[in-house]
């Protein structure tokens, strides 16, 4: 069954549930009553799985009650009584009771799929230390006898190597453990997770004590990374008795390190904590780990005989709405806090790189092209605060701009002030002729006047600034300090060679342009270069992103001889959507489809969501599918089939995120003659035109 698009199923999602509800001690049959209310709440909200607390349905604090044929009965009707009414409940309920079995009494979780039993997991550690004495009434996993028992009439699987396997949604294998499972240095799900569980579920109690809660929340965050998966938490609350302990009905859902949901403590009202976890994400980062594989190969005798239980999830036939948040810059924290300081890490990476460089080759100078744009700007910054950094004076950052054939009276100004504010040694170096001699070799219309400006027109320019820069660092005994970023790397948006892609070391190279924005913002924030620089970058962001390769007068309809004669943007589509499109396919390889789904749930709606607060209301935008579409086919145009050769050969640079670099010795390495068919096709077949 093919499910909408709108649908979170369809693209690798699955809908989750964790369920606190209220309970009483010993009393079986209410504690049902409030289990199947909360799984029918969950089900008629589409998620696929919910999760309820530890012995839930005797409740955690009967002590030695569990002992008593009378709550063992009661507790048996409950679990009949919840398989019966599962028939009509979509989602599949893992629910927590003690099971008499083999002449013990064990601690489990029940798996329950629509009137059947799928498995049973018994508690493998029983904690008996401080307020614990669980050992007095429960036997642990390892003294089961056989791998089979009988629940509610059904002879079911039963042990801690049960891996319950999703036919109908790929990448979805849930694994139960109980309590202090979880908190042993060598958790079952560990090894459930080696063997392919993507969502680790954990039935707990866990009496609350001063510290405790964040601790609980640190460790499932922190099982989530380790395994690469989702965590589910689910604690006893409300109901429990207090005798001797407090409870605080603390509800988690984790993913690879990340906290999705999580409810309110100490509630007095029944919790049902929705999260959307994300499978494809958890299938991408293990499929590139690979020690993740190396430990599982360590331990695949142990693996090897985990059993596997299918279940076809009851995943719902129309569109579920994504509740998850998809912030619109991958690169970029809406957080001010946290992009300051990614953005003040970025910039120590920045300037440790080239402090390495220049200290590796002798050289205490180098040379940078300014041309007035975001990039060079970013690279002259790094450039004089790594002059800063190694007690060299910046005059020895030897920076020069070349006014070409199309260069704006704006770019020239900003580039000169900045160059002045910064107290580099300036220069002007005017192209024009030696263009112009170039294309009278070539035998070029333009060379006469003719206003022919096609690729060679504007790549000869690009050229000839790139090969003074080289020829003056050779003068000075420097080095050429490059400004392109990963956004036009990953676009073919530099020329080739004797160019802007080439340089001695590149900064930007692996800073995708919406954050060469945030940078320089950052920068003016800190104030740490001064009011004079602070004016003119703020100047340089409000400036229009262009190349200015192509003189206005070849437009059709120029607004002024002082604006950009081309968009970098109408031709190569909005960077902010690009950077978008290439964080998901770089990171993590989703499909096209996959990409598009994310990018309108990001971009749709400007209203929603949270945005970087230095983006004024003005320019905040918003993109529909069929935009979304046509400039997702051209990013994948331009990143699979066209421009690879260009990032094959590129100079040295520091890599600085997780978010990938495209240099073949960094991160990536592709060949430079693919087609990109495959990826082209899907995004035609699947994502809809409107």
Not at 143 to 155: F, S, Y
Not at 219 to 242: D, V
Not at 268 to 282: H, K, S
């Amino acid at each position: 069954m093919l499910l909408p698009f709108d649908s979170l199923y369809r693209h690798g999602f699955a809908r989750v549930a964790v369920a606190v509800p209220s309970v009483r001690v010993a009393d079986p049959a209410y504690n049902a009553e409030q289990t199947l209310g909360l799984a029918r709440r969950a089900a008629a909200d589409g998620a696929a799985l919910t999760v309820f607390p530890e012995l839930g349905l005797s409740s955690y604090t009967a002590d030695d009650l569990f002992h008593s044929d009378a709550l063992d009965y009661a507790v048996e009707q409950a679990v009949r009584r919840i398989v019966q009414e599962s028939i009509g409940i979509e989602t599949v309920l893992v629910v927590g009771a003690p099971v008499r079995a083999q002449g013990r009494l064990f601690n489990c979780g029940i798996v329950i799929d629509r009137g059947r039993v799928l498995g049973v997991a018994p508690k493998s550690y029983l904690p008996n230390y401080r307020e614990f004495y669980e050992k007095r009434q429960f036997a642990a996993a390892r003294e089961a006898i056989e791998d089979r028992i009988t629940v509610a009439g059904q002879r079911v699987p039963f042990g801690t190597d049960l891996l319950f396997t999703a036919t109908n949604l790929p990448g979805f294998v849930f694994h139960l453990e109980i309590c202090e499972d979880g908190w042993v240095p060598l958790p079952p799900s560990g090894f459930a997770a080696l063997a392919g569980a993507t969502v680790l579920v954990n039935l707990s109690a866990s009496n609350i004590v001063i510290g405790k809660a964040d601790y609980r929340r640190q460790l499932c965050a922190s099982h989530s990374a380790r395994y690469i998966a989702a965590y589910l938490y689910s604690a006893a609350g409300y109901g429990e008795s207090t005798t001797d302990m407090a409870w605080d009905g603390q509800a988690l859902v984790c993913e690879n390190g990340e906290l999705l949901a999580e409810g309110e403590r100490f509630s007095e009202e029944q919790q049902l904590v929705i999260a959307d976890v994300d499978l494809r994400r958890l299938a991408a980062d293990r499929l590139r780990m690979t020690s993740f594989a190396d430990t599982a190969h360590d331990h695949r005798e142990r693996l090897a005989g985990m059993r596997r239980i299918d279940v076809d999830l009851p995943v719902p036939a129309d569109a579920v709405a994504l509740r998850r948040a998809i912030p619109r810059f991958p690169y970029v924290p809406a957080d001010s806090a946290m992009r300051n300081e990614r953005c003040a890490e970025v910039h120590h990476i920045q300037v440790a790189g080239l402090s390495t460089r220049l200290a590796a080759t002798g050289s205490q100078r180098v040379v940078i092209g300014v041309s007035g744009g975001l990039d060079s700007t970013l690279a002259l910054i790094v450039a004089v605060k790594t002059m800063d950094r190694l007690g060299l004076p910046r005059s020895n950052v030897l920076a020069y701009t070349m006014p070409g054939f199309a260069t704006g009276s704006r770019t020239r100004t900003d580039a000169h002030r900045l160059m002045r504010a910064l107290g580099v040694t300036a220069h002007e170096i005017d192209i024009r002729p030696s263009a112009t001699q170039m294309l009278r070799d070539l035998n070029h219309p333009a060379a006469e006047g003719i206003a022919q400006y096609d690729v060679t027109y504007e790549n000869v320019q690009a050229g000839e600034r790139t090969s003074h820069l080289f020829r003056l660092a050779n003068q000075n005994g420097a080095i050429v300090v490059g400004t392109g970023d990963l956004s036009e790397l990953a676009l073919g948006w530099c020329t080739f060679g004797v160019g802007d892609h080439m340089a001695h070391y590149s900064v930007n190279a692996s800073v995708p342009k919406t954050l060469i924005k945030y940078l320089i913002a950052w920068a003016v924030q800190t104030g740490e270069l001064g009011p004079d620089a602070d004016e003119v970058l703020r100047s340089i962001l409000a400036t229009e992103i262009s190349p200015e390769l192509v003189p206005v007068a070849a437009q059709d309809d120029p607004a002024s001889q002082d604006q950009p004669g081309q968009s970098s943007e109408a031709v190569v589509g909005p960077y902010e959507l690009q950077d978008f499109h290439l964080y998901y396919l770089l990171r993590f390889g989703y499909l096209p489809s996959r990409i598009a789904y994310l990018a309108r749930h990001a971009w749709s709606d400007r209203t929603r969501g949270a945005w970087p607060d230095l983006i004024p209301e003005a320019d905040r935008h918003e993109y529909d599918l069929p935009t979304i579409k046509h400039w997702l086919a051209e990013f994948l145009r331009r990143f699979v089939q066209t421009s690879q050769f260009k990032r094959s050969t590129l100079p040295n640079a520091p890599k600085v995120g997780s978010g990938g670099s495209l240099s073949p010795r960094g991160d990536w390495r592709a060949p430079s003659d693919a087609v990109a068919t495959a990826w082209l096709d899907e995004l035609a077949r699947n994502v809809p035109d409107a």
